[in-house]
T-cell receptor
Framework: ETGVTQTPRHLVMGMTNKKSLKCEQHLGHNAMYWYKQSAKKPLELMFVYSLEERVENNSVPSRFSPECPNSSHLFLHLHTLQPEDSALYLC?????????????FGSGTRLTVV | QKEVEQDPGPLSVPEGAIVSLNCTYSNSAFQYFMWYRQYSRKGPELLMYTYSSGNKEDGRFTAQVDKSSKYISLFIRDSQPSDSATYLCAMSRKAAGNKLTFGGGTRVLVKP
């Protein structure tokens, strides 16, 4: 375990389904992130939550909806996805308020949209 | 032009060889530089972290930053099959807080 736990590890969903990805950290970090990792592409930052407030939303389609109820938990709600949304979705956490020390990543959720 | 460029590889080397990885970047405001290692079906894990220019060594790993050339490197000495993974560079600006910009990753294969 890396300290950041993501569930489920694998998810197959139809385009009309609604599902949620969950991320949990108990590292005392106060910033959490969702990244999308597609084959042969750099990690794409989707959302940033700092102190439980969303501080960045990188033009992500509305079919992705994040939720951060507290500093330890982060969700990504999925609705009417497209096949091109199939990817590895990574959650990460970090400390805020100072120089960047890097992120701690979870193992990701491998999402397949059929 | 991408902010961070990284050769995707794959880079195949025999066991015991030196692995040399690098990234170039365009934003001169980057001050914090990191290397992550990602094994198959896992999330990236932080390997090395450096601030500004210079070298940093940690065991078999050496990270170098040349800000004048906007070029960073990672060297792995005495490579092992367990070093086979994808290596991603990442960097950030001080003013950007914790926002990281990643390279696309280089896949490395160390053959026994």
């Amino acid at each position: 375990e890396t300290g950041v736990t993501q569930t489920p590890r694998h998810l197959v969903m139809g385009m009309t389904n609604k599902k949620s990805l969950k991320c949990e950290q108990h590292l005392g970090h106060n910033a959490m992130y969702w990244y999308k990792q597609s084959a042969k592409k750099p990690l794409e930052l989707m959302f940033v939550y700092s102190l439980e407030e969303r501080v960045e939303n990188n033009s992500v389609p509305s079919r992705f909806s994040p939720e951060c109820p507290n500093s330890s938990h982060l969700f990504l709600h999925l609705h009417t996805l497209q096949p091109e949304d199939s990817a590895l979705y990574l959650c990460a956490s970090s400390k805020t308020g100072g120089p960047s020390y890097g992120y701690t990543f979870g193992s990701g959720t491998r999402l397949t949209v059929v | 032009q991408k902010e961070v460029e990284q050769d995707p590889g794959p880079l195949s080397v025999p066991e015991g060889a030196i692995v040399s990885l690098n990234c170039t970047y365009s934003n001169s405001a980057f001050q914090y530089f990191m290397w992550y290692r990602q094994y198959s079906r896992k999330g990236p894990e932080l390997l090395m972290y450096t601030y500004s220019s210079g070298n940093k060594e940690d065991g078999r790993f050496t990270a170098q930053v040349d800000k004048s050339s906007k070029y960073i490197s990672l060297f792995i000495r005495d490579s092992q099959p367990s070093d086979s993974a994808t290596y991603l560079c990442a960097m950030s600006r001080k003013a950007a807080g914790n926002k990281l910009t990643f390279g696309g990753g280089t896949r490395v294969l160390v053959k026994p």
